[in-house]
């Protein structure tokens, strides 16, 4: 009995079999990747094990990441920090800066030193360096070293959206370095908005209205704070000589000609 099956059944049950294949290898590769990329985080914890990582970390370093040590690897890369620091190194202190947090993307204190190291120690240096006699240099550099812990806060924030200190930060550096009343004054209603922030940081965003002369919005923000209060909050604090809340919003009622019927404090 013949059992050899019809070549056309053959071919077509072929074809079959190479599309099924064709179709399945780009999901292979996919998953594979995946599969590996996924390994690579967990082999190194979280921190992606680059090309340019290995080459700024070095042999010895690199080894101790991969043994699991990142913290310990982390901060021996920060001593390097303070030599640069000391040296006036800013571009190698930056570059450490950099690294460090990429190994610690979840310390704070990584991204708080660093950003101020560069926002106020480089920033101040470049502005008072005798090397250059050009003042609008000067000025221009200075300017970029502020925008560089900027950017290091910035990415603070993007890592450790929770915490109250990279938000608090970012609105020192608004204030203190920009001159931007108006950011600072986000930041600081943000950082007041976190879990672990400090309780009189809630007044600083109509602070920083006030400064930036938006006097509508220092009016709002003096006054949602004041809804919060219980009555006998009220009571204390309009008792307190100095007091922040009652004296501001009577100061900006008159100023900004509320009426009667509107304003907190009608008597």
Known sequence: MNTTLPLWFRLRRAFFFALLLGLW??????????????QDLLRYHDVPMTRELRDELGQGLTIGMLSGMRSVVA???WLNVTVAWEDEQWFKMEGYINLCTSLQPRSITFWDIGGWQLAWNASVSAMYDRKQPD?????KASRFWIQKGLEVYLRGIENNPEHFDMWAATARLYEQRLGDYEKAAYYYEQASLRPDALAFYERFPAIMYGKAGDDQAAF??????WNRLTPEQRLEKQ????AWQYAAIRKLED???IPKEKRVFPN
């Open 25 to 38: 290898a780009p999901v292979k590769i996919v998953w594979e990747q995946h599969i590996a990329h996924e």
């Open 255 to 257: 100023k900004l000609s």
């Open 135 to 139: 003042p609008m240099k000067r000025l």
């Open 239 to 242: 008792h307190q000589l100095g």
């Open 220 to 225: 709002a923000a003096w006054t949602r704070l």
């Open 75 to 77: 901060d021996l890369v």
